[in-house]
């Protein structure tokens, strides 16, 4: 199936969706709260609003069971998180993927896990629902001392800080290099905190983070909770106004630990003026205008979600942008920066590729053409901004990879006055939603 979008200045005012990455953090707390319990009776309800939020609220099911058997669909997240969770609660447990997620890492967190009782056995197997079973586990996680580098994946480091609470005495994480993506483990220690963990950081003699994590503790779920707004998806109508028109994204924590607030940031020094209204309850919304945008250098190793929507916005930046230390973004659900390229390449952005950097002359316009999403949701959503740039028709192959993280990211397209046309073959429109 393909899209069509007919170039269109979007206008208007949009809510930002939940964080996807807060509702994971939240969901995993409030379970294990649950399990020891130390629940609310009326807790915060998180919806199911995308295929990784889903994925995980059907993996936290399964740890009523004995043996757990954890489908985690295309979600790094729900994989990377639950690992050590599940292992610190049971004592065998299978994990199973579908797309990409099979072929996706788990070293170095597989290695620490087996030299703290658990044992791998790699997967090899297709169920009928084609989700293919990444590994299977047994041997209960054991305290002790852990080391992780901090430049692979953040998404282990949550997993392990998630787990550790729960074992059977003191235990430290040890990073071995520079932590990236700091932001979302910060995200991972306030959830924590405000469920009464307590989790000591330190400093090594390397420079390096040390978290030294006391066993035997209990989630206690905190009254008041409340799931964020979205800053890595609000992004896209936030740059989508800066290129061509005029959009208002409401209800944003400016103080949030999302570091991919840090677009505002980066929209101003582009000479972008987003204006901010805040209200009394903390929230904000933020007004995004057509206007002129000078080229930047922008380091996404901390931001890794923002490339693709950056890429759009340097594509059409007066001068040269560059993006640069975007190593980490060939372990997405695409080769994104592979995919980033690609997608600019094909709409004729002005674009270069190498390693782990990419680069740009703006143009005032980018032609249209046919782009392919490779099946990743921030590539999708990429496209669909994009399509406001150009002079000719934008066609997207596998535009339904948005269900990952935003369902109606379309709708809302089309409610702030897009223009699209669904172009469907028999078999496409029940896979839509």
């Known amino acids: 199936m393909e899209i069509k979008f007919t170039p269109r200045k979007l206008e208007g005012s949009i809510k930002a969706m939940p964080s996807k990455s807060h509702a994971h953090r939240l969901l995993i707390a409030q379970k294990i709260s649950q399990m020891q319990g130390q629940a609310l009776e009326a807790g915060l309800e998180i919806p199911a609003f995308s ?186 109508w936030l740059a989508a106004g800066t290129l061509s028109g005029d959009v208002t994204v409401c209800g944003l924590n400016l103080n949030s630990c999302q570091r991919d607030r840090e677009i505002l940031d980066i929209l101003i020094e582009m000479g972008a003026r987003p204006e901010i209204t805040t209200h009394e309850d903390g929230l904000s919304d933020i007004r995004s205008v057509a206007c002129c945008l000078q080229g930047a250098e922008i380091d996404v190793s901390q931001i890794p979600d923002l490339a693709p929507v950056l890429a759009v916005l340097m594509s059409s930046a007066e001068g040269t942008s560059m993006i640069i230390h975007g190593e980490r973004l060939r372990f997405k659900e695409s080769n994104r920066m592979k995919s980033i390229y690609a997608m600019l390449y094909a709409l004729e952005a002005d674009i270069s590729y190498g390693g782990d950097r990419l680069s740009f002359t703006g143009k005032a316009f980018l032609e249209g053409g046919h782009a392919d999403s490779r099946n990743d949701h921030r590539i999708a959503m990429a496209v669909a901004v994009a399509s406001c740039l150009c002079r000719g028709d934008v066609f997207l192959e596998n535009p339904i990879a948005v269900t990952k993280s935003y369902p109606d990211f379309y709708n809302d397209f089309i409610d702030l006055g897009g223009e699209l046309e669904y172009l469907w073959n028999q078999n496409s429109e029940k896979n839509l939603r």
């Open 51 to 236: 295929d990784d939020i889903e994925a995980t609220m059907n993996c936290l099911a399964q740890l009523d069971k004995n043996t757990p058997f954890l489908q985690c669909g295309e979600s790094g997240s729900t994989l990377r998180f639950l690992l050590p969770v599940v292992m610190a609660l049971k004592g065998s447990a299978s994990f199973l993927g579908t797309g990409r997620l099979p072929d996706r890492p788990i070293s170095p967190l597989k290695e620490e896990m087996e030299l703290h009782g658990c044992s791998f056995q790699m997967g090899s197997y297709k169920n009928d629902d084609n989700f293919k079973e990444i590994c299977s586990v047994r041997g209960r996680l054991m305290p002790g001392d852990y080391a992780l580098p901090g430049n692979i994946s953040s998404q282990f480091i949550t997993g392990l800080l998630f787990a550790l609470p729960l074992l059977d005495g003191e235990s430290t994480l040890t990073l071995t290099t520079e932590l990236e993506s700091a932001g979302y483990v910060d995200m991972t220690l306030e959830v924590l905190r405000g469920f009464g963990l307590e989790i000591l950081t330190e400093i090594t003699e390397d420079g390096f983070l040390m978290y030294r994590v006391p066993g035997n503790q209990l989630y206690v779920e905190p009254a008041g909770l409340t799931l964020e707004g979205d800053w890595s998806n609000a992004a896209f």
